[in-house]
T-cell receptor, first 117, second 111 residues
Framework: AQTVTQSQPEMSVQEAETVTLSCTYD???????LFWYKQPPSRQMILVIR??????QNATENRFSVNFQKAAKSFSLKISDSQLGDAAMYFC??????????????FGEGTQLTVNP | ETGVTQSPTHLIKTRGQQVTLRCSSQ?????VSWYQQALGQGPQFIFQ???????GRGNFPPRFSGLQFPNYSSELNVNALELDDSALYLC??????????FGPGTRLTVT
């Protein structure tokens, strides 16, 4: 079974600074997807960024980028120029490329990010 | 484009009762997944429905059941509620094997 681990329960960053959230995962698959989701106090899970394991290039979405290290099974999220609106719980998630029984997401435990003004 | 909606927002039930939670998929999506998120934890996959049939199930007992309707909306039913069923229940819709878009969740409290 796949597992996702986020070893940082809480992180804080000053507004306009850069912060990196860590995620490791365990899988025997060679092809899969990795995601970072953001869950603000409103509770709605919002997709931040997605990475396909077969792509060597790290995904980037505006101020959000990932450092994907396939051999190390590491998938960190870097937030540049942090804004107050970035404060939320961040979840790393894994999904197999091909599912015979549903395209389930496996989530980590989450990292609570605080942005200080 | 209408996003994923869930109802109710909150509800309180007593142990042993039954509950039905509802989800309306994003327009054009044919797959619905349900997740349980206990306080302070990541979401856990309950099951997924595709074209009105269960298409994958997580490690949840049979008293968790669901339905998907022809308009792709969905229900999650939980029988014989237990205290540990208290959680945020998230619904996500997608096209099969594509990104999942989440609703705002239903907060269930079992007393």
């Amino acid at each position: 079974a796949q597992t996702v681990t986020q070893s940082q329960p809480e992180m804080s960053v000053q507004e306009a600074e850069t912060v990196t959230l860590s995620c490791t995962y365990d899988t025997s698959e060679s092809d899969y997807y990795l995601f970072w989701y953001k869950q603000p106090p409103s509770r709605q899970m919002i997709l931040v960024i997605r990475q396909e394991a077969y792509k060597q290039q790290n995904a980037t979405e505006n101020r959000f980028s990932v450092n994907f290290q396939k051999a190390a099974k590491s998938f960190s999220l870097k937030i540049s120029d942090s804004q107050l609106g970035d404060a939320a719980m961040y979840f790393c998630a894994y999904r197999r490329l091909q599912e015979t029984s549903g395209s389930r997401l496996t989530f980590g435990e989450g990292t609570q990010l605080t942005v200080n003004p | 484009e209408t996003g994923v909606t869930q109802s109710p927002t909150h509800l309180i039930k007593t142990r042993g009762q039954q509950v039905t939670l509802r989800c309306s998929s994003q327009s054009g999506h044919n797959t619905v997944s349900w997740y349980q998120q206990a306080l302070g934890q990541g979401p856990q996959f309950i099951f997924q429905y595709y074209r009105e049939e269960e298409n994958g199930r997580g490690n949840f007992p049979p008293r968790f059941s669901g339905l998907q309707f022809p308009n792709y909306s969905s229900e999650l039913n939980v029988n014989a509620l237990e205290l540990d069923d208290s959680a945020l229940y998230l619904c996500a819709s997608s096209l099969v094997s594509r990104e999942q878009y989440f609703g705002p969740g239903t907060r269930l409290t079992v007393t």
